[in-house]
């Protein structure tokens, strides 16, 4: 595990997008794994900015994103889908037919996840997998608790996800209290991770995740084990670690 110092968010964001940027020039036809909430913004920020000066081409990149709400129909201001069109898959070249998100109007949780793991399975696997860190150590909606061995899956969000995403929609009420999920053993099969982490209330559940023991209860923490981790974080969330 490797783990780079980031001076604050926006210095952050740039070393990550370097990171992923580099991956798209050495590997043009790459499948990226993507993320959203309010961390990974920067980054694509900075990607926008570097394609609109000709230094990246997305034409031949196909994406993979962790999870969607379930009962979220691709048009809700909210959506994952709506997220990334807006943040990046709208800026840049990226062909539409290459970007995958899971199905959030699937009401069938079986056929939902089987066919999201049909289509990781068909394009290769996923070369590099961007990550951000929930407060309870979840990576994607993997709540605490969550099997390493599962693939894609319907999850129940805990109340603190529930909370940290009140801010987004109009009331309580609206929050989603499901979601569909890419699993552990498919992030972990990915060949690269790349893990952004920024704020000072991350600081204690990333030294959880990186120097705790390894368990379920902190899902994050399964990332010891892959050979091949970047985190890159700010001084704020690293001033739990030496």
Request: hydrophobic share 40%; net charge negative.
């Given at each position: 595990m490797k783990i780079i110092r980031a001076k604050d968010?926006?210095?952050?964001?740039r070393k990550a997008a370097n990171i992923i940027s580099a991956q798209i020039i050495m590997k043009p036809d790459c499948v990226l794994g993507l993320a959203t909430g309010s961390t990974p913004v920067g980054a694509y920020e900075q990607l926008?900015?570097?394609?609109?000066?000709?230094?990246?081409?997305?034409?031949g990149v196909t994406?993979?994103?962790?999870d969607e709400y379930r009962g979220i129909a691709k048009e809700h201001p909210q959506s994952y889908y709506r997220f990334m069109q807006e943040k990046l898959f709208s800026k840049?070249?990226?062909?539409?037919?290459?970007?995958?998100?899971?199905?959030?109007?699937?009401?069938?949780?079986?056929?939902?996840?089987?066919?999201?793991?049909?289509?990781?399975e068909k394009i290769?696997?996923?070369?590099?997998?961007?990550?951000?860190?929930?407060?309870?150590?979840?990576?994607g909606f993997n709540e605490p608790g969550t099997a390493f061995e599962a693939q894609t899956h319907l999850v129940e969000l805990t109340e603190?996800?529930?909370?940290?995403?009140?801010?987004?929609?109009?009331?309580?009420?609206?929050?989603?209290?499901?979601?569909?999920?890419m699993g552990i053993k498919t992030i972990m099969q990915a060949k690269r991770i790349v893990v952004v982490v920024s704020g000072r209330d991350k600081a204690e559940i990333l030294k959880a995740a990186v120097e705790g023991p390894i368990s379920p209860a902190v899902q994050?923490?399964?990332?010891?084990?892959?050979?091949?981790?970047?985190i890159v974080a700010d001084e704020e969330a690293l001033s739990c670690l030496p």
């Amino acid at each position: 595990m490797k783990i780079i110092r980031a001076k604050d968010y926006r210095d952050m964001s740039r070393k990550a997008a370097n990171i992923i940027s580099a991956q798209i020039i050495m590997k043009p036809d790459c499948v990226l794994g993507l993320a959203t909430g309010s961390t990974p913004v920067g980054a694509y920020e900075q990607l926008v900015e570097w394609y609109n000066k000709g230094d990246l081409d997305f034409a031949g990149v196909t994406t993979v994103n962790l999870d969607e709400y379930r009962g979220i129909a691709k048009e809700h201001p909210q959506s994952y889908y709506r997220f990334m069109q807006e943040k990046l898959f709208s800026k840049v070249n990226i062909r539409p037919e290459r970007t995958f998100i899971p199905d959030g109007m699937e009401a069938d949780a079986e056929k939902a996840c089987r066919a999201y793991n049909e289509i990781i399975e068909k394009i290769g696997g996923i070369d590099m997998q961007l990550l951000g860190l929930g407060h309870n150590g979840h990576i994607g909606f993997n709540e605490p608790g969550t099997a390493f061995e599962a693939q894609t899956h319907l999850v129940e969000l805990t109340e603190s996800t529930k909370k940290a995403n009140q801010r987004f929609f109009a009331s309580d009420e609206d929050v989603p209290h499901q979601a569909y999920t890419m699993g552990i053993k498919t992030i972990m099969q990915a060949k690269r991770i790349v893990v952004v982490v920024s704020g000072r209330d991350k600081a204690e559940i990333l030294k959880a995740a990186v120097e705790g023991p390894i368990s379920p209860a902190v899902q994050a923490s399964v990332l010891q084990l892959h050979n091949h981790v970047t985190i890159v974080a700010d001084e704020e969330a690293l001033s739990c670690l030496p």
